[in-house]
């Protein structure tokens, strides 16, 4: 079973175009002493890095596009500080929005108990690390026998090439899912 994970397994109490900007606000704020820009400066610099980065691909690696964001920003605090940084912050403004959708996980538990494999297959700009602190604090760190996601597998449903990309990588036809 290919289950995506927003709006199907956990639902947000906001808009998803809600998400970055608290995000961006959220780094502006921890950063105000350092850098002195505002949330819409930091998502435009961080979309900008994004494409900066993207070379083709559909999704773009998290750690290379916080990267490009930090020489962008010109700080002076080491860039692996910065890149995780921004990885708890974004994890944290994601886990402030998140609830999970008891019915469908019930269903795929349910499944998964009848001996059906449930595998992720999410579009998403953040790590599978950030995926495992999710999965914990919606109560559904067992449920899954493998995960794709487009950050990692740089590719996206949208164009279809994540959805190719699962399927080989599982050894199986479209229609057996």
């Known amino acids: ?18 998400v970055l900007p608290q995000w961006a606000k959220a780094m502006a704020c921890y950063y105000r002493d350092v850098i002195k820009k505002g949330p ?30 930090w020489e962008k920003m010109n ?24 609830y999970p959708n008891s019915k469908m996980v019930n269903l795929l ?20 690390k950030a995926y495992k602190y999710f999965f914990k604090i919606n109560g559904i760190e067992d449920l899954f026998d493998q995960i794709y996601i487009s950050e990692t597998c740089q590719a996206s449903k949208k164009s279809g090439k994540l959805y190719q990309y699962v399927l ?10």
């Open 1 to 18: 079973i290919l289950v995506d994970y927003f709006d199907t397994l956990v639902f947000r109490s906001v808009h998803s175009s809600q």
């Open 40 to 69: 819409g400066e930091w998502l435009e610099m961080m979309y900008s890095a994004k494409e900066t980065i993207r070379n083709g691909c559909d999704e773009v690696n998290y750690h290379k596009m916080m990267a490009e964001l």
């Open 75 to 98: 700080i002076h605090v080491s860039q692996q500080e910065f890149i995780e940084t921004c990885l708890e912050m974004d994890i944290a403004v994601e886990l402030g929005c998140q």
């Open 109 to 128: 538990r349910k499944a998964k108990m009848k001996g059906g494999k449930i595998i992720l297959v999410s579009d998403f700009y953040l790590p599978e």
């Open 168 to 177: 080989e990588h599982l050894k199986v036809d479209s229609k057996d899912c």
